[in-house]
């Protein structure tokens, strides 16, 4: 048996739901797999809730938050903004029509909750910060810059995702926000 820590018992999280392609893992279908007692995975996260909010912003950071760079070739502070919220915006929607087990998890325990979404979202927080050099360590202007753009990120929205007109209501979003940059 390998050393039982909180990346393990992720990695085995992704693993099972890879493998049986539903989000739906049991806490005991983890720690069998692991061959441990669910008591043991409860060792390292107080809860069921707790654990799929790891698996879930580990999925997060690495299929979504990796993907997007600020582009420092772009001078504009907006314009950088905009090309980094486009760039979000479409790397959530990859996500979705990549993993639709994860994006199914990630629903169900991270955008429906939101203290556990605040928490996903607080590097996408930090990086608008930056791009607009804002000192706001609330996170305030970044986080109601996020929300106005969430018809383009919230599952609730994923039918609309693949429109048309899809580009063109971002920009049309991106043209109201900029005027309270």
Same mark, same amino acid.
């Given at each position: 048996?390998?050393?039982?820590t909180?990346?393990? *018992?992720i990695?085995? $999280?992704e ?9 739906? /893992?049991s /806490?005991?279908q983890?720690a069998?797999?692991?061959?441990v007692?669910?008591a043991a995975i409860?060792?390292h ?5 707790d654990?799929?909010e ?6 997060f950071?690495?299929?979504?938050? $990796?993907?997007?760079?600020?582009d420092e ?7 950088q903004? @905009?090309?980094?919220l486009w @760039? #979000? /915006?479409?790397?959530k929607k ?8 994860? #994006? ?5 325990y991270i !955008?429906?909750d939101?203290? $556990?979404?605040?928490?996903?979202l607080?590097?996408?927080y930090h990086?608008?910060?930056? *791009?607009?050099?804002? =000192? !706001?360590?609330?996170?305030? @202007?970044?986080?109601?810059?996020? $929300?106005a #753009?969430?018809? #383009?990120t ?8 693949? =429109?048309?007109d899809?580009?063109s209501r971002?920009?049309?979003?991106w =043209?109201l *926000?900029?005027?309270?940059?």
């Amino acid at each position: 048996m390998n050393k039982l820590t909180n990346e393990s *018992i992720i990695q085995t $999280a992704e693993l099972l739901i890879e493998e049986t392609g539903k989000a739906e /893992v049991s /806490v005991p279908q983890i720690a069998t797999k692991m061959g441990v007692t669910h008591a043991a995975i409860y060792k390292h996260f107080s809860n069921k809730q707790d654990l799929w909010e790891a698996v879930a912003q580990k999925w997060f950071d690495q299929n979504i938050f $990796a993907q997007i760079k600020i582009d420092e070739s772009i001078s504009s502070p907006k314009n950088q903004l @905009k090309d980094w919220l486009w @760039k #979000f /915006v479409q790397a959530k929607k990859q996500a979705y029509l990549s993993s639709t087990q994860m #994006f199914s998890l990630n629903t169900k325990y991270i !955008d429906s909750d939101p203290y $556990a979404l605040r928490k996903v979202l607080m590097n996408c927080y930090h990086v608008i910060n930056q *791009i607009m050099d804002y =000192d !706001d360590s609330s996170i305030e @202007k970044a986080e109601t810059i996020l $929300a106005a #753009f969430s018809v #383009f990120t919230l599952p609730n929205f994923k039918e609309f995702w693949s =429109d048309p007109d899809y580009e063109s209501r971002f920009n049309a979003m991106w =043209d109201l *926000i900029e005027l309270g940059l």
